[in-house]
């Protein structure tokens, strides 16, 4: 089945520090991908839209300036988090729909730990 | 390797339960979700287990066994709104996500 990877899965960064995360689909193609925020035990909430080629679309209270989605090819997208802070500390998951696939399926991504410090 | 095993698809009738399985393997493990996600929406937190036993919130319940590596959602008093996928989420040792397929459930009246 579709494959989507994270790298890297877990990243411990000092406070002020930029960090980066990758979300690849390994065997598929994906023109959008979902970036999520999970926090404990809690529904995941989605940042934002990522679509190929064009701006991404942020959800309602998620800070643009201070989460850069890139989604430069078909298989790679990039969420930045600039200047982290003790509060971005969560959980991160992206996933990708199949270009090729029927309606909405969704393939997710294994998730990103980040901890500030 | 690492894997979810949970059904395609399943039909169930309104009023009625059903019980959705799922099987894991994991390398280690740290809790096993359920998540109910609605086409076109970010899937749904429903349960949490790590613990081997029943938990049983409202309609839903989650059952865990761990020595089994199985665990099931158990749907009671069918809506039409319950018709959606149901993702079954393990957790391994190194807290990352193991995603199944999920299981779309579709309710008829």
């Known amino acids: 089945g579709a494959v989507v990877s994270q790298h890297p899965s877990r990243v411990i960064c000092k406070s002020g520090t930029s960090v980066k995360i990758e979300c690849r689909s390994l065997?598929?193609?994906?023109?959008?991908m979902f970036w999520y925020r999970q926090f404990p035990k809690q529904s995941l909430m989605l940042m934002a839209t990522?679509?190929?080629?064009?701006?991404?679309?942020?959800e309602q209270g998620v800070e643009k300036d201070k989460f850069l989605i890139n989604h430069a090819s078909l298989t790679l997208s990039t969420l930045t988090v600039t200047s982290a802070h003790p509060e971005d500390s969560s959980f991160y998951i992206c996933?990708?729909?199949?270009?090729?696939?029927?309606?909405?399926?969704?393939?997710f991504g294994p998730g990103t730990r980040l901890l500030v410090l | 390797g690492q894997n979810i095993d949970q059904p395609t698809e399943m039909t169930a009738t309104e009023g009625a339960i059903v019980q959705i399985n799922c099987t894991y393997q994991?390398?280690?493990?740290?809790?096993l979700f359920w998540y109910q996600q609605h086409a076109g929406e970010a899937p749904t937190f429903l349960s949490y287990?790590?613990l081997d036993g029943l938990e049983e919130k409202g309609r839903f319940s989650s059952f865990l066994s761990r020595s089994k590596g199985y665990s099931y959602l158990l749907l009671k008093e069918l809506q039409m709104k319950d018709s959606a996928s149901y993702l079954c989420?393990?957790?391994?040792?190194?807290?990352?996500?193991?995603w199944g397929a999920g299981t779309k459930l579709i309710i008829k009246p």
């Open positions: 996933s990708a729909r199949d270009l090729q696939g029927a309606g909405e399926t969704q393939y």
């Open positions: 065997d598929f193609q994906a023109t959008t």
């Open positions: 990522s679509n190929e080629g064009s701006k991404a679309t942020y």
């Open positions: 994991t390398s280690g493990f740290n809790g």
């Open positions: 287990n790590v």
């Open positions: 989420v393990a957790m391994d040792s190194n807290y990352q996500l193991i």
